[in-house]
């Protein structure tokens, strides 16, 4: 069993029979053909279902819920009144709690204009743990300068890994995020749902990129003062209480500072989109479903979907999920068309960016249970899935993988120590941030990069859709699979030294694993150049321009003086035979310039058939290292 387990995993307390009340639904149904989510035997009800409530969806909102000898309450199950016909269907349904609760759900089902009953179960998620701080470390040469006076900054290796942190560090096992901080760190105008524990919203380094309900902030207390459905969420919502004060979790608040702690304000660590120090970090809403070791029924997770599409996330962020072994496929989970799964994609088509994005995108850790399938709802394929590697490009050992994961990020492997590890903010500010493991903190790696890239969006006057995002999200990657062959090497206290086969994990953790950088580049439609410092090179440049003829003529190439000073480019680039020559000896980014001639070797006009000059630009990115194919997919 793993020491470590740091995702905010949702466990139903039920049997492997569970995929057996999920079946297909014949065409005639009986009333038990209605009734999903049992939870348990087929037959008997799990512990987990609450008494006295179920989960009821109508074929007409209009409709009515009455069986002769049952009193029952009925409510909205989404309290906010909503164009989307599905939302609006479903109902919740109390009645005495002494009542047998499968008893009831068949009669229900029984009724004429009742389409589907579920029961409401209550998640339950595995503790999350800090890893103990380390009593020493040494301090990191660093390649470059640090652009934010972070302290913590130089041992984040998950956002720029030069190899220095430590021995288990592998120069480029990172998201390149100092290169894709040239371009943009943040805006205010992009909101960040954080679906877990509730985030510490005082921390000094989360305080300034909290999402604040102004109209609840200063308005009356107790009264829903902006008319959404909630009291006092000035925060966002704790869904575990009912209640608009969300109170501080260590897992959720450390995942929130991954996506957006305040950058550059001399305290604790930095966030991937967290700003500049200028009040410009993204926004982060708290939807809380987990209070210590307490956690949400699935109608309080549903809610907490709508609220945050409703009150202005466009991203969210979730570190949770079924047990792996629940669902098998896609089509299970498509036929238990609950309450929950709704509400997600009502979130999917409903969550917007104001001229930016129509819309929103749910991102899921994929699990960590070492298992060979990821958990839904993160393995269904409308939803990003996240696996995690460690600091040397490998597998994390608790990672799940295999279908349905989409894309791997830095996760951090306590077994190779915990400085190798991520770090980020803390409920404890004795120093204001710890170490964690876990795709749950992979997974606000990628929220963070899809949060820079609203904003350079944002910056840029872009559109985008969600599907677009997502693609681009899932291409902004490198080559991951090379690194899993053989077996790593770790020690563990108990056991002393272990061996990890990586075999199994390859072309099975994703598409690649996310480059910040790469995903705003794409975005520009900016082709990088990669190249290792101290290294001259030569790169064929025809892919980019065509070869299909030999009316193509380089005429050369323009780089600043600023970008060849900060490149360390002694000479500058030239192009010999349609290569492209440069050696860089200082690692960093810059824009270089090719002209070339198509369709002649003069330029045509007048009396001349000629040629059209064609410029492109391209980023340089200079590494300290690369892998042997380049690094690049």
Not at 444 to 460: E, N
């Amino acid at each position: 069993m793993n020491r470590f387990f740091f995702i905010a995993l949702l466990t139903l307390l039920s049997t492997a029979c569970v995929k057996d009340s999920i079946g297909d639904i014949a065409p005639e149904q009986t009333p038990s053909d209605k009734i999903h989510n049992w939870g348990g035997e087929p037959g008997c009800v799990s512990e987990a279902a609450a008494k006295g409530r179920l989960m009821v969806r109508l074929n007409d909102k209009q409709a009515t819920i009455a069986v002769e000898g049952i009193e029952f309450e009925v409510e909205p199950l989404f309290p906010k009144a909503t164009s989307n016909t599905k939302l609006e269907r479903w109902q919740l349904v109390h009645f005495d709690k002494e009542l047998d609760l499968k008893s009831v759900a068949e009669s229900i089902a029984a009724l004429e204009d009742v389409e589907r009953v579920e029961f409401d179960l209550k998640m339950k998620r595995i503790a999350s743990q800090a890893l103990p701080m380390p009593t020493s470390r040494p301090e990191p040469t660093r390649s470059v300068e640090m652009p934010f006076d972070d302290p913590e900054l130089p041992w984040q290796w998950h956002y720029y890994n030069d190899g220095s942190v430590g021995s288990y560090c592998e120069a480029g096992a990172d998201i390149n995020l100092l290169n894709a901080w040239k371009y943009t760190a943040g805006d205010r105008r992009v909101i960040v749902a954080v679906m877990d524990g509730g985030i510490m919203y005082d921390h000094p380094d989360l305080k300034d990129n909290m999402w604040v309900n102004e109209a609840e902030q200063n308005g009356q207390l107790g009264i829903d003062d902006d008319m959404n459905g909630y009291v006092d969420d000035i925060y966002g919502y704790n869904f575990v209480k009912d209640s608009g004060k969300v109170t501080a979790d260590d897992h959720g608040t450390h995942v929130a500072g991954t996506i957006s702690a305040v950058n550059n304000n001399g305290y604790a660590v930095c966030g991937i989109a967290g700003g500049t120090g200028n009040n410009d970090g993204v926004r982060l809403m708290s939807i809380q479903i987990f209070e210590g070791e307490d956690g949400c029924y699935q109608h309080q997770i549903a809610r907490g979907y709508q609220y945050a599409a409703d009150n202005g996330a466009v991203l969210i962020n979730n570190s949770w999920g079924y047990e792996p072994d629940v669902y098998i496929s896609d089509n299970q989970f498509e036929q238990y068309d609950s309450a929950l799964k709704n509400a997600i994609d009502y979130f999917q088509a409903n969550a917007r960016l104001d001229g930016v994005m129509e819309g929103g995108v749910a991102i899921f850790a994929a699990g960590n249970e070492t298992y060979p399938q990821p958990c839904y709802p993160g393995a269904y394929h409308k939803y990003v899935c996240v696996t995690a590697m460690s600091s040397d490009y490998t597998a994390a050992y608790y990672t799940n993988y295999g279908p349905g994961c989409n894309i791997a990020a830095p996760g951090g492997d306590a077994n190779y120590g915990t400085v190798y590890c991520i770090s980020s903010t803390s409920t404890s500010l004795l120093y204001g941030y710890e170490y964690m493991q876990g795709t749950s903190m992979a997974t606000p790696h990628v929220t963070g990069c899809a949060a820079l890239a609203l904003s350079y969006a944002l910056k840029q006057g872009y559109t985008l859709t969600p599907d677009y995002l997502r693609a681009l999200i899932q291409t902004s990657v490198h080559d991951i699979n090379q690194y899993q062959t053989g077996t790593k090497r770790f020690f563990d206290y108990d056991s002393g030294y272990l061996y990890m086969d990586l075999a199994p994990y390859a072309k099975k953790l994703g598409s690649g694993y996310i480059d910040a950088h790469l995903l705003l580049m794409q975005m520009d439609s900016t082709p990088c150049l990669y190249f290792k410092t101290g290294v001259a090179s030569l790169l064929s440049l025809d892919e980019y321009f065509g070869a299909g003829s030999e009316d193509l003529s380089y005429q050369g190439c323009e780089v600043s003086d600023e970008v060849r000073e900060a490149l360390g480019m002694q000479n500058k680039p030239r192009i010999e035979n349609g290569l492209l020559s440069v050696k860089c000896n200082k690692p960093g980014v810059g824009r270089i310039k090719v002209k070339a001639i198509i369709g002649g070797q003069t330029v045509g006009g007048g009396d001349v058939m000629g040629g059209m000059v064609v410029e492109r630009e391209f980023e340089l990115v200079v590494r300290g290292s690369v892998a042997d194919n380049g690094g690049w997919l």
